[in-house]
């Protein structure tokens, strides 16, 4: 079974910086697209950053320039570096990933992680 799990949240004054990895395991064959997600209280999930297999990125327009979207595809990881947070960078963080299994029938199904909350105070 294909597992994220995340690490890295916390809790961080404004202007400073965390830094989140995801390490996807269990049966992969291939990863297509890896992302991170939020989801502020009271707040609909939204995307926050995002990459493909081959490394193209896509930002949510409030962390351009201040949030670096990586991956590592010999470590299936996806990393969030976060510089300069606000606080209303505050949310539980999600994982996501694309990910084609390894055994018969060979599905491509979304996976996620169980959420790491980062707390930024003013």
């Known amino acids: 079974q294909v597992q994220l799990v995340e690490s890295g949240g916390g809790l961080v004054q404004a202007g400073g910086s965390l830094r989140l990895s995801c390490a996807a395991s269990?049966?992969?064959?291939?990863?297509?697209?890896m992302g991170w997600y939020r989801q502020a209280p009271g707040k609909q999930r939204e995307l926050v950053a995002a990459i493909t297999s081959g490394s193209s990125t896509n930002y949510a327009d409030s962390v351009k320039g201040r949030f670096t979207i990586s991956r590592d595809n010999v470590k299936n990881t996806v990393y969030l570096q976060m510089n300069s947070l606000k606080p209303e960078d505050t949310a539980v963080y999600y994982c996501?990933?694309?990910?084609?299994?390894?055994?018969?029938?060979?599905?491509?199904?979304?996976?996620w992680g169980q959420g790491t909350q980062v707390t930024v105070s003013s």
């Open positions: 269990g049966g992969i064959f291939s990863i297509n697209s």
């Open positions: 996501n990933a694309v990910v084609r299994r390894r055994t018969p029938p060979y599905l491509t199904n979304d996976y």
